[in-house]
């Protein structure tokens, strides 16, 4: 069965440090979210992908954050410089039809 | 806009009694609803969603769920559970759009089932 992939599983960083995160959605599916999960909270959204385009980065911290899908297929968020506050589990989901969104398995972040 | 209310932060309960999750929601749009899993450290994994048609949906590992639309709830029930159902629990809600829109998800209620 097809999965999402996302890598790395966990990262420790310091503060300041740049941060990156890859996820490979579902073969044909040509929306990508990448949620945000602080710990006792539900996920939120940071951006959303149809093919290569933003949707919905409303809630993305833009001094800090980036997010790219070049081709419309993988896809990289990135944090410069990492601060405490942003230690969290990163979600991938992606979708093809309708709203079942499918889950990678998420980055852990842990900013020291 | 929409937001996902979920009634109870924890629901401790024995093993092979039945269990229910509340879940609320509100939105001036129909929306599509769902709920989701999460096992410690891992991603969320879908239960069931309600997408249109019967109000009673039912979902994998013996989950069900009614849609109420009236009292804009959308609670999640188990007849008996077991210790593997120990887990965090999501409720969401999306908007109905063709391309798939964003989930609103709710802030969780950890379910801990005991011997």
């Known amino acids: 069965e097809a999965e999402v992939a996302q890598s790395p599983r966990y990262k420790i960083t310091e503060k300041s440090q740049a941060v990156a995160f890859w996820c490979d959605p579902i073969?044909?599916?040509?929306?990508l979210y990448w949620y945000r999960q602080i710990l006792g909270q539900g996920p939120e959204l940071l951006v959303q992908f149809q093919d290569e385009s933003v949707v919905d980065d409303s809630q993305l911290p833009k001094d800090r954050f980036s997010a790219e899908r070049l081709k419309g297929v993988d896809s990289t968020l990135k944090i410069q410089p990492a601060e405490l506050g942003d230690s969290a589990m990163y979600l991938c989901a992606s979708n093809r039809v309708g709203n079942e969104q499918f889950f990678g398995p998420g980055t852990r972040l842990t900013v020291l | 806009a929409q937001s996902v209310t979920q009634l109870d932060s924890q629901v401790p309960v024995f093993e092979e009694a039945p269990v229910e999750l509340r879940c609320n929601y509100s939105?001036?749009?129909?929306?599509?609803l769902f709920w989701y899993v999460q096992y410690p450290n891992q991603g969320l994994q879908l239960l069931l969603k309600y997408l249109s048609g019967s109000t009673l949906v039912k979902g994998i590992n013996g989950f069900e769920a009614e849609f109420n639309k009236s009292q804009t709830s959308f609670h999640l029930r188990k007849p008996s559970v077991h210790i593997s159902d120990t887990a965090e629990y999501f409720c969401a809600v999306s908007d109905q759009t063709l391309e798939g829109g964003k989930l609103i998800f709710g802030q969780g209620t950890e379910l801990s089932v005991k011997p």
């Open positions: 939105s001036s749009v129909s929306v599509y």
């Open positions: 073969s044909g599916h040509a929306t």
